[in-house]
């Protein structure tokens, strides 16, 4: 029963989100010198997964508060993860990003927000109606587990788009696990 509950709840998100965003995104991350990915909590994990992925595929990633983590410049990329667009931590991060004249794609729940207007994307999964209490599903799980699936299926696009062997993304997995 509840399997089927979250199965349905995503797939009523993602039905619901403009299906040419993969394309779009795609465009960004290929035009973008490097690209960063920020999220809080959760988003933040779904950003890991997300970074991950694009390394396989040959982008240049940063997850944004790692040790490592170069500075933001103009001509790279922020992708933040926010369900809200109203976490203070990332709202810090897109202003010293838009400071230095790097782009900010927001990826949340909401159109409307402060990262939102900062953003020269926003990628709204779903439809804010959607987001209500969900039984089963509690504080934001409902958009964290479709922004992976979305995610996941952008590298999809971009796999199949590139036409990248999986012998290729297995050449650029970590090897130091």
Known sequence: MHQQLVVDKISSILDATDNTYDVK?????????????????RSKLVGNFFA???VHA?????????IVTPSIKQGD???????SGETEQLIAFAKSAQKVGAKIVLISAKSGSTIGDMAETVLQIG???QYGKVYGMPMGTVFELSTL???ESTISHIIHDKGIPEEVMRERHANLE
């Open 58 to 66: 040959g982008y240049d990633v940063s997850v944004v508060g790692e």
């Open 25 to 41: 995104l795609t465009e960004m991350l290929d035009n973008a010198k490097r690209i960063f990915i920020a999220g809080a909590g």
């Open 77 to 83: 990329l922020l992708i933040i993860i926010s369900g």
């Open 127 to 129: 439809t804010a109606e």
């Open 149 to 151: 699936l979305f995610l």
């Open 52 to 54: 991950m992925r694009l």
